[in-house]
């Protein structure tokens, strides 16, 4: 079935704020980019640019929440930190490392939508809580498993962003070695 106007649009968005950044994604780049006609914007998205990126985000937050959930879905903390981050790595290496994380950037883009944080911030805390309660499971206690699953968005993201402006993986590849030596001090005994 052929996507709506507002699915291209969605997913245009995603792409384009991923190589660009909110700032850097205009609504005529975005129509150009998703196929559509500008009337499509405004019938779908009233509040314009700042709605679009919205709802993007969420989109793009869930179908990452998704994949997450299906990392933490295991017994292996360890091996879910180095699915996210090979999930990372094939995302920087397919778009030849122009393409980062859409919720960081929608994170970064509050001067254009100034919800923009917001909405990056609640997708960012399902993350955490994601993993937070997979190490949990594999008995790290609760507050000391939400703090280490902060570490390691903030570590993956930040590679992320290193491996992009290096154009290459190798600051994924340190942040994933790291993380499974630092969980794995916390599973062997040591739940804190």
Same mark, same amino acid.
């Given at each position: 079935?052929?996507?709506?106007?507002?699915?291209?649009? =969605?997913?245009? &968005?995603?792409?384009?704020?991923? /190589?660009?950044?909110?700032?850097?994604?205009?609504? &005529?780049?975005?129509?150009?980019?998703?196929?559509?006609?500008?009337?499509?914007?405004?019938?779908? *998205?009233?509040?314009?640019?700042?709605?679009?990126?919205?709802?993007? &985000?969420?989109?793009?937050?869930?179908?990452? +929440? +998704?994949? =997450?959930?299906? *990392?933490?879905?295991?017994?292996?903390?360890? /091996?879910?930190?180095?699915? *996210?981050?090979?999930?990372?790595?094939?995302?920087?290496?397919?778009?030849?490392?122009?393409?980062?994380?859409? =919720?960081?950037?929608?994170?970064?883009?509050?001067? /254009?939508?100034?919800?923009?944080?917001?909405?990056?911030?609640?997708?960012?805390?399902?993350? &955490?809580?994601?993993?937070?309660?997979?190490?949990?499971?594999?008995?790290?206690?609760? +507050? *000391?498993?939400?703090?280490?699953?902060?570490?390691?968005?903030?570590? =993956?993201?930040?590679?992320?962003?290193?491996?992009?402006? +290096?154009?290459?993986?190798?600051?994924?590849?340190?942040?994933?070695?790291?993380?499974? /030596?630092?969980?794995?001090?916390?599973?062997?005994?040591?739940?804190?």
């Amino acid at each position: 079935m052929t996507p709506s106007p507002r699915e291209r649009l =969605i997913a245009g &968005t995603i792409a384009l704020v991923r /190589e660009r950044g909110v700032a850097g994604a205009g609504i &005529t780049d975005l129509l150009a980019r998703s196929g559509t006609a500008r009337r499509s914007v405004y019938q779908n *998205f009233p509040r314009g640019k700042a709605q679009l990126v919205e709802e993007s &985000t969420q989109v793009a937050g869930r179908m990452m +929440s +998704s994949i =997450i959930a299906g *990392f933490t879905a295991g017994d292996s903390p360890v /091996e879910s930190l180095a699915a *996210f981050v090979q999930m990372w790595k094939d995302a920087v290496v397919s778009s030849d490392f122009t393409a980062g994380c859409p =919720i960081a950037a929608a994170a970064l883009g509050g001067t /254009e939508v100034p919800s923009g944080p917001a909405v990056a911030a609640e997708v960012f805390e399902d993350w &955490t809580c994601l993993l937070a309660g997979q190490l949990a499971r594999a008995g790290v206690g609760e +507050s *000391f498993a939400k703090s280490l699953a902060t570490t390691a968005v903030c570590a =993956i993201e930040g590679a992320t962003i290193l491996s992009i402006s +290096s154009r290459s993986v190798r600051p994924l590849d340190e942040v994933g070695v790291n993380l499974a /030596e630092l969980v794995s001090l916390h599973l062997d005994g040591n739940p804190r």
